[in-house]
C-alpha cells in the first residue's frame, strides 16, 4: 500500500520505529489552526463568550433570578402558612388541654357533691329508721299496754262475774226465805229508830 507521497507505507512505519528507537519523541501532529493563532481552544471560548452574551442579552440570569425570587417566596409563604398552622395547632392544643383540666374539675366536683349527697341520704336515713324504730316500738308499747289493760279487764270481769257467782251460791246456801224475813225486818226496825 502506497501513502500519499507515494512510499511505501512499511517505511513510515519504519521512520516512526527509529524514532521511538533512538529515544526520540513520538512524531505529534500539528492540529488545524487559523492564521496560526485560531486554534480550537480558542473557537471553544469564543463560542462560550457568545453564548453567555446571548444568555445576558435575553436577561436570562433575571429570569432565572426571578424564577428563584418565586420559588423563595412561595417557600416564604408556606413557611408562615406552616407558622399559622403550628400556632392554631397549640391554641387547639392549649384550648383542649384546658377544657380537659375543666373537665377534670367537674368531675372532680361532681364526686365530691355526689358523696356529700350519698352520706347525707345515710346519715337521712339511719334517722329515718330510728325513728321507724321507735315509732314501732311505741306502737307494740301501746299494743302490749293495751292488751294488758283488756286482759286485766277481762280478769277483773271474770273475776267480779265468779265473785257474784260465788255471793249467789253463798247466799243460796245460808239464807233461806225465813233467813231473809227476819233480815228485812231487822233492817226496818233500824230504819224507823234512825227517825
Do not use: C
Not at 22 to 28: K, T
Not at 74 to 89: C, G, H, S, V
Not at 103 to 111: C, D, L
Amino acid at each position: 500500500m502506497a501513502n500519499s507521497h507515494g512510499a511505501p507505507a512499511e517505511g513510515h512505519e519504519a521512520g516512526t520505529a527509529t524514532t521511538e528507537a533512538h529515544g526520540g519523541a513520538p512524531a505529534h501532529h500539528a492540529e488545524p489552526a487559523l492564521f496560526g493563532v485560531l486554534d480550537a481552544t480558542v473557537w471553544v471560548s469564543i463560542a462560550m463568550l457568545a453564548f453567555l452574551a446571548i444568555l445576558l442579552w435575553k436577561k436570562v440570569p433575571a429570569l432565572l433570578t426571578a424564577g428563584l425570587d418565586k420559588q423563595i417566596a412561595a417557600i416564604r409563604q408556606r413557611l408562615e402558612e406552616a407558622r399559622q398552622l403550628r400556632a392554631e395547632a397549640e391554641a387547639l392544643r392549649d384550648e383542649y388541654a384546658r377544657k380537659i383540666a375543666d373537665v377534670e374539675n367537674q368531675t372532680q366536683a361532681i364526686v365530691a357533691h355526689a358523696e356529700d349527697e350519698a352520706k347525707a341520704l345515710v346519715a337521712k336515713a339511719e334517722a329515718d329508721a330510728a325513728e321507724l324504730v321507735k315509732r314501732r316500738t311505741k306502737m307494740a308499747e301501746d299494743k302490749i299496754a293495751a292488751a294488758e289493760r283488756a286482759a286485766l279487764a277481762e280478769v277483773r270481769a271474770k273475776a267480779a262475774d265468779a265473785a257474784t257467782q260465788a255471793a249467789r251460791a253463798l247466799i243460796a246456801d245460808k239464807h233461806g226465805a225465813e233467813a231473809d224475813k227476819a233480815l228485812v225486818d231487822k233492817t226496818i226496825a233500824g230504819i224507823g229508830r234512825l227517825n
